[in-house]
């Protein structure tokens, strides 16, 4: 009975090493949250709260570069067509530069 009672104290001192050792061993094997040594044209995994949170800033970095290569495209387009006397081109890469432009 006294041996068995020893089992059970060593037993119960224990547990809590092999749960610290068990949940170190889970937090080892998760992804990094994002891709941080890559360019937010470059990412494509997204992981957990943080990786989420990235994606989201991600989506609006490229959203705005968008707009900003349309509208440097559209000005580059705009002087090709002033200098080539295109009405109708001007007029259509004025309105896009009005709507891309910020």
Known sequence: MLYAQGEQALFNKLIPVWLIILLSA???TQ????????KPEDR??????EGMAQYQKDQS????????DKCAKAKVDLAIAETDRNASEIK???ALI?????
């Open 98 to 102: 009005s709507n891309t432009c910020i």
């Open 44 to 49: 494509n995994h997204y992981y957990g709260i």
């Open 61 to 68: 970095y490229l959203a705005n570069k968008e707009l900003s």
């Open 31 to 38: 992804p990094p949250p994002y891709q941080k040594d890559r």
């Open 92 to 94: 259509m890469q004025t």
């Open 26 to 28: 889970c937090d080892a």
